[in-house]
């Protein structure tokens, strides 16, 4: 499957943006998917992921109550809605997808990635 990321920019602190991510090649509903992010010198961290229908949703204990994901099948799309944006917040976000339908929150679960979009959040 290929991941396309998307609707990343520049927000102040306590604003709001919306990723999307879009997915071609295989069936989008065979597929956990997953957002992660990468802040510079960091290394890549979980921020949510999402079941293969779409009924069970999971969040890094940082973005709790901010982000929302969600995903719709018929249209091979999930999104992060991110709300309450912090400066810590600022990041490469990536999405994520792997076969197992069993959500995962470790950068080695997902097989398939995205290129990345990146979120910077001023203060």
């Known amino acids: 499957v290929q991941l396309q990321a998307s609707g990343g920019g520049l927000v102040q602190a306590g604003g709001s943006l919306r990723l999307s991510c879009v997915a071609s090649?295989?069936?989008?509903?065979?597929?956990?998917m997953a957002w992660f992010r990468q802040a510079p010198g960091k290394e890549r961290e979980f921020v949510s992921a999402?079941?293969?229908?779409?009924?069970?949703?999971y969040y890094a204990d940082s973005v709790k109550g901010r982000f929302t994901i969600s995903r719709d099948n018929a249209k091979n799309t999930m999104s992060l809605q991110m709300n309450s944006l912090k400066p810590e917040d600022t990041a490469v976000f990536y999405c994520?997808?792997?076969?197992?339908?069993?959500?995962?929150?470790?950068?080695?679960?997902?097989?398939?990635w995205g290129q990345g979009t990146q979120v910077t959040v001023s203060s």
């Open positions: 994520a997808a792997r076969t197992l339908n069993v959500v995962a929150s470790t950068t080695r679960a997902y097989q398939y």
């Open positions: 090649g295989r069936t989008f509903s065979n597929y956990v």
């Open positions: 999402i079941s293969s229908r779409g009924d069970s949703v």
